[in-house]
C-alpha cells in the first residue's frame, strides 16, 4: 500500500507537472499571441491615427481653400450683384420693349389676318361692283330708252289733251247753246200759249185738253233738256277724269305740273254738281 501510494503520488505529481508545463505553455503561447494582436492593432490605430492626422491636415488645407474660394466667390458675387443692380433698369426696359414688342406681333398678327379678310371682302366688293356697274349700263340704258318713250307719250298726251280740251270745250259750248236756245224757246211758248189762253175763251173741257197736250209737250221738251244736261255732264266729267289721269301718269312719270307749259281747265255746268263716279256712270244732274 505504500509502494502503490509513492507511486500514484508520483504519478499524480508527474501528471500534475505536466498539466502546469502544459498549462505554463499555453499560457505563454496566449501571451505571445495577445502581445502579437496588441502590437498588431496598436500598429493599425496608430496607422489610422497618422492616416487620420494626414486627412485631417489634407482637410484643413482643404478647409484654407475653400475659405480663399469662398471669400473670393464672395467678392466675385458682390460683383456680380452690384453688376445685376447695374443691369435691372436696362433689363426693365428690355422686358418692357419685348412685351411691346409681343403686342405689336399680337397686333401684326391681327392686322395680317384683318387684311386678308379685307382683301377677299374687297375682291367680292370688286366683283359686286362690276356686276353693279354692269346693272347700272343696263338700267340707264332703259332709262334713257324709258325716257325718250316718256317723252314721246308726253308729246302725244300733249297733244291728245289739247285736241280733247278743244273738242270738248267746243262739245259743252254747243250744248249749253243749245240748251238755251231750248230753254228760251220753252219760255217763249208758254208765254205764247199764256196768252193765246188770255186770249180765247174757251171752255174748261177744251182748255183741260190743250193744257194736257202742252204738259206732254213740255214733258218732252224736259225730258230731251235732261236727256242733253246729262250728255254735258257725263262729257265735262269725262274731260275732268281725262286731266287728272293726265295729271297722274306726269307726276309717275316724275314730270312737274308746272313744265307742261299750259294750265289745264276743268269743266263743269254751271249751277249742277257732277259724281265722282267713271265717265261713263256719271250721276244724274241735279
Not at 265717265?279 to 241735279?286: E, I, Q, S, Y
Request: glycine letters at 4%; aromatic letters at 4%.
Amino acid at each position: 500500500m505504500k509502494m502503490l501510494r509513492d507511486e500514484l503520488d508520483l504519478r499524480r505529481k508527474t501528471e500534475i507537472h505536466e498539466v502546469e508545463e502544459r498549462k505554463n505553455g499555453q499560457i505563454s503561447t496566449l501571451m505571445q499571441r495577445h502581445e502579437e494582436a496588441f502590437t498588431d492593432i496598436k500598429n493599425y490605430y496608430n496607422d489610422i491615427t497618422l492616416n487620420n492626422l494626414a486627412l485631417i491636415n489634407s482637410l484643413k488645407e482643404q478647409m484654407e481653400d475653400m475659405r480663399k474660394k469662398e471669400e473670393h466667390l464672395e467678392r466675385e458675387m458682390a460683383e456680380v450683384a452690384l453688376q445685376n443692380k447695374r443691369l435691372a433698369e436696362p433689363l426693365q426696359r428690355a422686358r418692357e420693349e419685348m412685351n411691346e414688342m409681343q403686342k405689336r406681333i399680337a397686333s401684326y398678327e391681327r392686322d395680317k389676318q384683318i387684311l386678308i379678310c379685307t382683301k377677299a371682302r374687297l375682291k367680292v366688293a370688286e366683283k359686286d361692283l362690276k356686276d353693279l356697274q354692269w346693272e347700272h349700263e343696263v338700267l340707264e340704258q332703259r332709262f334713257i330708252k324709258v325716257q325718250q318713250e316718256r317723252d314721246d307719250l308726253y308729246r302725244k298726251f300733249t297733244a291728245a289733251i289739247q285736241e280733247v280740251q278743244q273738242k270738248t270745250g267746243f262739245k259743252n259750248l254747243l250744248l249749253e247753246r243749245k240748251l238755251q236756245a231750248l230753254n228760251a224757246a220753252v219760255e217763249k211758248r208758254e208765254v205764247q200759249f199764256n196768252e193765246v189762253l188770255a186770249a180765247s175763251n174757251l171752255d174748261p173741257a177744251a182748255l183741260t185738253l190743250v193744257s194736257r197736250k202742252l204738259e206732254d209737250v213740255l214733258e218732252s221738251k224736259n225730258t230731251t233738256i235732261k236727256d242733253l244736261q246729262y250728255e254735258l255732264a257725263r262729257v265735262c266729267k269725262a274731260h275732268n277724269d281725262l286731266l287728272r289721269t293726265y295729271e297722274a301718269k306726269l307726276l309717275a312719270f316724275g314730270i312737274p305740273l308746272d313744265n307742261v307749259g299750259f294750265k289745264p281747265l276743268e269743266t263743269a255746268v254751271i249751277g249742277q254738281t257732277l259724281g265722282q263716279g267713271p265717265a261713263g256712270l256719271v250721276g244724274a244732274p241735279t
